[in-house]
């Protein structure tokens, strides 16, 4: 890993017992705040998939934030994946499980049919959000070429629901 890689990494925070008690919450706006470091992991995550996307889905909420300059700097357009309800006119919605709760995502059908899409959120956990918003990409008719996270939580297991997926830390 490069040294402004760990030097971003050295930003991101545990909170523990949060949102609920047994919950280690990954807080990433220290690094957020840091323009060089936000600059290298943005670079880091959208890397391997140099010129083969032509949108980003950024999955709320602070997947938006890694998925807008994801988008910015790839030249993409970018759609974000909201919770229920934030959306004025959803175009499909899919359900899913948390490590902690159940949730709903909702998007618009603002994705062209056979459009690349990249995948960006900012934590892996138990892989139940990416699983839900690739699902919700297809409906909309887009194509995902790829899945991008800043953090994955290596002991939830995601990866084993996801498969494939980019990420530029691990924990």
């Given at each position: 890993m490069s040294e402004a890689l760990t030097r971003a990494e050295s930003l991101i925070r545990t909170i523990p017992d949060y949102p609920e008690p047994g919950v280690m919450f990954r807080d990433i706006t220290p690094l957020l705040a840091d323009a060089s470091a936000l600059r290298t992991v943005i670079h880091a995550l959208i890397a391997p998939f140099d010129g083969d996307f032509d949108v980003?889905?950024?999955?709320?909420?602070r997947g938006f934030l890694l998925a807008g300059?994801?988008?910015?700097?790839?030249?993409a357009g970018l759609v974000p994946i909201r919770k229920a309800g934030k959306l004025p006119r959803p175009a499909a919605s899919v359900d899913?499980?948390?490590e902690y709760a159940t949730a709903t995502i909702e998007?618009?059908?603002?994705?062209?049919?056979g459009a690349r899409v990249l995948l960006v959120d900012d934590v892996?956990?138990?892989?139940g959000t990416l699983a839900a918003a690739?699902?919700?990409v297809a409906e909309l008719g887009g194509v995902v070429v790829g899945t991008a996270v800043l953090l994955e939580l290596?002991?939830?297991g995601g990866r084993g629901v996801?498969?494939?997926?980019?990420?530029v830390f691990t924990a």
């Open positions: 980003v889905a950024g999955v709320e909420a300059a994801a988008a910015m700097e790839a030249g899913y499980a948390l998007a618009h059908d603002d994705i062209a049919a892996l956990a138990t892989g690739r699902t919700l290596e002991a939830l996801l498969g494939d997926v980019h990420t």
